[in-house]
């Protein structure tokens, strides 16, 4: 019996953060403790999505909290995806995005409104899923881990100071809404 572990999340210009991850071909015990620890990681960090070289393991694996899935604790928001590839995309959503790798700082971001991922579930099984809005913004965000890019590289310009304060009082206002600054 084994117990999940909260497993360290690489910051800033970590090499490992700038690697491209391998395809996983083998859906093990091994794997499943690698999905386990990463959920207890992004729950107990409080993000919206988490990908697998963040915590050190260059393999192509993803989580990412599907909000629109209402009323729902985050731990049944959480979806896996093993190899995940976006097959679909359209629209467009200009916004704020943050990582967990990268705290404090958030950034405007223009990523596609909808997109179809292709991905396997911890088994192995293949599934495709619409995602939209913080969703979508998500599984873009951490696909693009998967490849070695950082959101920083793609955003127009970064909030400053007083927007941030700004946020931060819409937050204590409307408690729930970690949306408004999504660490991903
Ligand atoms: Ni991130």
Same mark, same amino acid.
């Given at each position: 019996?084994?117990?999940? %572990?909260?497993?360290?999340?690489?910051?800033? @210009?970590?090499?490992?953060?700038?690697k491209?991850?391998?395809?996983?071909?083998?859906f093990?015990?091994?794997?499943?403790?690698?999905?386990?620890?990463?959920?207890?990681?992004?729950?107990? /960090? @409080?993000?919206?999505?988490? #990908?697998?070289?963040?915590?050190?393991?260059?393999?192509? #694996?993803?989580?990412?909290?599907?909000? !629109?899935? #209402?009323?729902?604790?985050?731990? $049944?928001?959480?979806?896996?995806?093993? @190899?995940?590839?976006?097959?679909?995309?359209?629209?467009?959503?200009?916004?704020n995005?943050?990582c967990?790798?990268?705290?404090g700082? +958030?950034?405007?971001?223009?990523?596609? !409104?909808?997109?179809?991922?292709? %991905?396997?579930?911890? +088994?192995? &099984? +293949?599934?495709?899923?619409?995602?939209? &809005?913080? %969703? %979508?913004?998500? /599984?873009?965000?951490?696909?693009?881990?998967? &490849?070695?890019?950082?959101?920083?590289?793609? #955003?127009? *310009?970064?909030?400053?100071?007083? !927007?941030?304060? *700004?946020? /931060? $009082?819409?937050?204590? !206002? &409307?408690?729930?809404? @970690?949306?408004?600054?999504?660490?991903?």
């Amino acid at each position: 019996m084994r117990f999940m %572990a909260i497993r360290n999340i690489l910051r800033g @210009n970590d090499p490992a953060l700038l690697k491209t991850s391998r395809i996983i071909t083998d859906f093990n015990k091994r794997l499943h403790m690698l999905l386990d620890d990463m959920r207890e990681t992004l729950v107990e /960090a @409080n993000g919206l999505g988490l #990908a697998s070289p963040q915590v050190g393991v260059l393999r192509r #694996a993803v989580l990412i909290v599907d909000t !629109e899935i #209402a009323d729902k604790p985050m731990e $049944e928001q959480i979806i896996e995806m093993v @190899n995940p590839e976006i097959i679909e995309e359209c629209g467009e959503q200009t916004g704020n995005e943050g990582c967990l790798s990268v705290p404090g700082v +958030y950034g405007i971001v223009t990523r596609p !409104e909808r997109v179809k991922v292709k %991905a396997q579930d911890r +088994y192995g &099984n +293949y599934f495709e899923l619409l995602l939209s &809005n913080t %969703a %979508a913004r998500a /599984a873009c965000h951490e696909v693009d881990h998967l &490849n070695g890019v950082i959101f920083t590289s793609l #955003a127009e *310009r970064f909030l400053t100071e007083e !927007e941030l304060d *700004r946020l /931060a $009082e819409d937050r204590t !206002e &409307n408690e729930q809404d @970690n949306e408004q600054k999504p660490d991903l």
